[in-house]
């Protein structure tokens, strides 16, 4: 993944090149082939580190400033490049973007599910696969966070910080007050965002199993059981 050329992934962003790299390094063929699989990790919150009070955060190594700071040779997110960036990379080279891919297929079974059928009993209309992990509506509302409520908060709050240093072209052609107002509106947006989150977290079959798959890392499948 990392070297001190650019033979490395995260130097050229080609795996064909890079996996031809690594087999030559470890002394084994490559036949020019490769695919993706998907796999789960299970880490512990404390990072092996007892006692829980002496655990690591995150920003402890996932940070520029991290206690990481300086040390050559390795690739972390957060700690190496920008984490926005390599989630975006991330989402295009393993191909979970169209995990996001809006349709109107089953959408309003759906929205019926959540408006009435979670009250009487009804099972949920959507059957979850590895290459379909969201239902349509959950598509439309993470694509709408992903592409309209994040990059307005972020664009809206830099301008809003940075408004003294506006060069005389945008103060010209924008008012503080449609900043202000374009902040707010995605804020509330946010928040109502997490409010529906956090309550649609406990529409599982128990209160919590939704809950628990979010800390685990694992979820128990209706047509695995």
């Known amino acids: 993944m990392t070297s001190v050329d650019d033979s490395s992934l995260w130097s050229n962003f080609s795996w064909p090149e890079a996996l031809k790299a690594g087999s030559e390094m470890s002394g084994m063929p490559f036949s020019g082939n490769y695919d993706f699989i998907e796999t789960t990790m299970h880490w512990p919150f404390t990072h092996m ?28 997110p957060g ?24 349709t109107r297929n089953g959408l309003f079974a759906v929205i019926r599910y959540y408006l009435i059928g979670t009250f009487t009993g ?11 992990k969201h239902n349509p509506l959950q598509r439309l509302a993470y694509l709408f966070f992903k592409l309209m409520i994040t990059p307005i908060i ?4 830099l301008l ?17 007050e449609t900043v202000a107002l374009a902040h707010n509106a995605a804020a509330f947006a946010m928040l109502i965002f997490i ?18 798959s979010m800390v685990t890392g694992y979820e128990d499948l209706e047509e695995h059981r």
Request: glycine letters at 6%; a neutral charge.
């Open 49 to 76: 580190v007892p006692p829980a009070e002496m655990a690591l955060d995150c920003a402890s190594c996932h940070a520029s400033n991290s206690r990481l700071a300086g040390l050559p040779g390795i690739y972390m």
């Open 122 to 132: 009804e099972a949920h209309p959507y059957r979850k696969t590895t290459r379909a």
């Open 154 to 157: 972020w664009l809206s709050g």
């Open 195 to 212: 409010i529906a989150l956090v309550y649609m977290a406990t529409m599982g079959p128990t209160l919590t199993s939704l809950i628990k």
């Open 160 to 176: 809003y910080l940075f408004y003294n240093d506006w060069p005389a072209t945008l103060s010209g052609a924008l008012e503080l």
């Open 79 to 102: 700690h190496s490049g920008n984490l926005w960036l390599f989630a975006i990379f991330w989402h295009i080279t393993t191909g979970e973007w169209r995990q996001y891919v809006p």
